[in-house]
């Protein structure tokens, strides 16, 4: 028995549908409505005279035809873009699309990739920055992303590179001015440069709790001051002075070595609850161009965390008014 061919949107309404058990969230990843999506899927139910879809309330449940015909889907969409993507990319350089947070881009990342580009001169990296949460690569023009999290990313290839600790730092001359803290406690006293957008970035609340300040103590000096939206703008305000930083070590290791920035209570480098991945589709898996960047990527960050654990902080001030 031979069936309708169907239309290639409706058989993507289906795979991306099932995938997230939502129209919504469907008509969100593929830019059309949510009716949209459902008059595709009908379209289907009617032209193949099955049923895919059990509609509840609020939740979407896959019949066993659509359980059956939700992986075909997924396999077809996934090959047609590898082969694709080797037909397209054949004789070509190869373009490694890779998305990072913008402060790890800027402050760790970047200054490094010289020495993936002398290793893999035949590889183009685009680079793309996001300072939102990973959700789903699927359907995105992103190769790999470089993304701080627990390591939980359902369907996706996940390698641990690095992790991550924090500490406060600020401008030497900062200290000549305003005297240094001698303690944790102290530091209620100064202006602290705070955040307004807590994704993935380590907060105040979250230092002064683990080295045992108490809330009634630090949450006072925290209802007041300049709230930055970034790493890199926090960051910045500590290279003029403003205020001391929660920093991120791999944001501020080569400024603390260097001693444009002061690092505060060497005792206290605070393990952060988020680590550093490596995270893509597993269609891209097999991919030279990713293969590559991930192990450079890997090797990089072991040696930097046996640099990290192994050299001693500056305790110095090298405060020639260098800007990053």
């Known amino acids: 028995m031979r069936h309708h061919v169907a239309p290639v949107a409706a058989m993507r309404a289906l795979e991306v549908a099932a995938r997230h058990l939502s129209f919504t969230r469907a008509a969100a990843e593929l830019n ?40 075909v889907m997924r396999d077809f969409f996934t ?50 920055t996001s300072a939102h ?18 390591g939980t990313y359902p369907g996706m290839d996940c390698r ?35 955040r307004h957008e807590e994704i993935m970035t380590p907060s105040w609340e979250f230092w002064f709790r683990h080295v045992g300040v108490a809330e009634d103590v630090f949450m006072p000096a925290l209802s007041e001051g300049i709230h930055f939206p970034d790493s890199n703008t926090a960051l910045q305000a ?12 791999a944001h501020v290791w080569d400024d603390v070595q260097s001693g444009r920035l002061v690092r505060l209570f060497p005792e206290t480098e605070v393990p952060f609850n988020l680590d550093y991945y490596t995270v893509t589709r597993m269609n891209r898996t097999g991919q030279d161009a990713v293969q590559a960047f991930r192990a450079w990527l890997e090797s990089e960050g072991a040696a930097a965390m046996t640099t990290y654990k192994t050299a001693a902080y500056k305790t110095g001030a090298d405060d020639t008014g260098a800007r990053p």
């Open 32 to 71: 059309i409505t949510q009716s949209a999506v459902s008059h595709q899927i009908r379209h289907l139910e009617d032209l193949w005279g099955l049923k895919l879809f059990e509609r509840h309330v609020r939740r979407l449940e896959l019949t066993s035809a659509g359980s059956a015909l939700a992986p």
């Open 79 to 128: 090959r047609l873009e590898q082969t694709l993507d080797e037909l397209t990319s054949a004789g070509a350089p190869a373009a490694l699309r890779v998305e990072v947070l913008p402060s790890f881009a800027v402050k760790w990342l970047v200054p490094r990739l010289p020495a993936f580009r002398a290793l893999h001169p035949e590889i183009d990296v685009w680079m793309l």
């Open 133 to 150: 949460e990973l959700a789903d690569l699927t359907g995105r023009e992103v190769d790999l992303a470089v993304h701080m999290g627990d």
């Open 160 to 194: 641990f590179f690095m992790d991550e600790t924090v500490f406060p730092v600020c401008r030497p001359r900062f200290l000549e001015e305003h005297g240094t803290p001698e303690t944790p406690v102290d530091l209620c006293r100064f202006p602290l440069l705070l």
């Open 238 to 249: 500590a290279f003029e002075g403003q205020g001391i930083a929660l920093g991120r070590r």
